[in-house]
């Protein structure tokens, strides 16, 4: 049996093999909370995994826990949350990145008797886990952009003037 005190754990982000320039991020943002700890890519069939491995992980990712996360709490510590609150933009544009979408939604009506076709940008967040949604949610407010929720799983943001707020640090992936 192992030293319980000497375990290793494993950070294993997976990304989609679509969005190269994410996969770069996400190394660069794990190489910079543990510089000194080796960073891999591992591929897999449609992603990859970025891998480190650190005693530490626990202590930096305290939400993390055995089951699905939407079955279990989550909620930041309050070290994380002054982070958040610092970067409140990064964290947004985070969430998208990883769990959203930025698109045109078209939408027909019908005005005289015709099909009439309009089109707007949108974003959507999707997450089954509530809490993940409020921690989404809540960054939204306290930037005061609106938002709605679309059924159990859906947020969108879809008012003119909070796309384009999104659009100025959210940004495409890449």
């Known amino acids: 049996m192992s030293d319980p005190?000497?375990?290793?754990?494993?950070?294993?982000?997976?990304c989609?093999?679509?969005w190269p320039g994410l996969i770069e991020q996400c190394k660069m943002a794990v190489s910079a909370i543990r510089p000194e700890n080796k960073v891999r890519v591992i591929p897999k069939v449609g992603c990859v995994e970025v891998n480190?491995?650190?005693?530490?992980?626990?202590c930096l990712f305290p939400?993390?826990?055995p089951g699905k996360k939407h079955e279990r709490k989550i909620e930041l510590a309050a070290w994380q949350?002054?982070?958040v609150d610092e970067f409140t933009e990064?964290?947004?544009?985070?969430?998208?990145?990883?769990?959203?979408?930025?698109?045109?939604?078209?939408?027909?009506?019908?005005?005289?008797?015709?099909?009439?076709?309009?089109?707007?940008?949108r974003y959507n967040f999707t997450n089954v886990s509530v809490d993940i949604q409020r921690l989404f949610t809540a960054a939204l407010d306290r930037l005061g952009i609106p938002w709605a929720q679309m059924n159990?799983?859906?947020?969108?943001?879809?008012?003119?003037?909070?796309?384009?707020?999104?659009?100025?640090f959210v940004g495409p992936k890449f």
Request: hydrophobic share 35%; glycine share 6%; net charge positive.
């Open 90 to 121: 990064d964290f947004i544009r985070g969430l998208l990145h990883s769990d959203g979408c930025r698109f045109v939604n078209r939408v027909r009506r019908l005005l005289k008797g015709e099909d009439r076709w309009y089109e707007y940008p």
């Open 16 to 18: 989609a093999n679509a």
């Open 152 to 168: 159990e799983k859906n947020i969108s943001v879809a008012k003119r003037e909070a796309v384009a707020r999104l659009d100025e």
């Open 81 to 83: 949350q002054e982070i």
């Open 5 to 14: 005190a000497k375990k290793v754990w494993a950070l294993r982000i997976a």
């Open 63 to 65: 939400q993390h826990g």
């Open 52 to 58: 480190s491995h650190s005693k530490h992980w626990p």
